[in-house]
């Protein structure tokens, strides 16, 4: 089904099945599968291939060359009924790829609203990234990553399957995450180190200085007390019944199953 108000270059091929809403741009050389779905006003400039089991949300940029819903780089893969599902007002740059789930990995690589994925993201198979993050240029993301709001992830840095990077976090380019990153933490390096919080980044999204001093109190419980995280657990337990925003980092840890940087 194709919408009477999209808008379809003659060069552009739409297999039998796909589905454009209203007032879609499909610009030239773009290769549209028979089970995609885009929704109104999405923009995808040119050269654009999108296969697979493949939802996109309304009012998204996509520009040349990005490949969304391919098969995944997993071996294991067999052809599964898998799929990408990916939100609403994202601006997916130059030659992002976005690989499809695997069974095992729950069958959903899912991309949320509001994001930025500068040129030469990969997003691999099995992936959630929120929303309002920000991939620069050549981030690589391994299977089952997980990527919490407002998050942003530095140029030329490589994420290794199944970490999970916590909401606000900011990780310096060129960095490589091995291990799981709390969320508001400041990180770089090979192998990715705290250095602090992202300060700066929670002022301009509105955390008030009762909240900043919270959370630097839980830093320090977690990172310069020298305690065990499970002793750290129980402090910052209780200084979460007077700081609800502590609350985020007792909701983070028990995701990490790679152990978290220290």
Not at 122 to 146: F, K, P, Q, R, W
Not at 182 to 189: H, S, T
Not at 223 to 248: I, M
Request: with cysteine; proline share 3%; aromatic share 6%.
């Amino acid at each position: 089904m194709i919408d009477q108000s999209a808008f379809i270059h003659p060069s552009a091929i739409l297999e039998k099945g796909a589905i454009i809403h209203a007032d879609v741009h499909i610009g030239p050389f773009c290769i549209i599968g028979s089970q995609v779905e885009i929704h109104p006003r999405t923009i995808l400039k040119s050269h654009v291939v999108i296969t697979g089991i493949t939802r996109i949300g309304e009012d998204n940029h996509i520009y040349p060359f990005v490949s969304l819903g391919e098969v995944n780089q997993d071996l294991k893969y067999a052809g599964e009924i898998t799929r990408v599902e990916i939100g609403n007002r994202n601006w997916i740059r130059e030659s992002v790829t976005i690989h499809r789930g695997t069974i095992q990995g729950g069958a959903v690589t899912r991309i949320g609203s509001d994001n930025l994925l500068m040129v030469n993201t990969h997003v691999a198979h099995d992936c959630t990234v929120g929303s309002h993050c920000i991939m620069a240029n050549n981030t690589t993301l391994g299977g089952h990553v997980e990527v919490d709001d407002y998050a942003i992830i530095g140029g030329m840095t490589a994420v290794h399957q199944f970490c999970v990077i916590g909401a606000y976090v900011m990780i310096g380019g060129g960095s490589a995450i091995t291990q799981d990153i709390p969320p508001f933490i400041l990180a770089q390096g090979n192998h990715a180190t705290p250095f602090g919080l992202n300060v700066e980044g929670l002022k301009r999204r509105g955390f008030d200085r009762h909240s900043l001093k919270a959370i630097r109190a839980a830093y320090k419980i977690i990172y310069r007390s020298g305690k065990t995280l499970d002793e750290a657990k129980l402090e910052l337990s209780a200084l979460s019944k007077e700081h609800q925003v502590v609350n985020a980092f007792l909701d983070f840890l028990p995701r990490s199953k790679r152990g978290i940087i220290r």
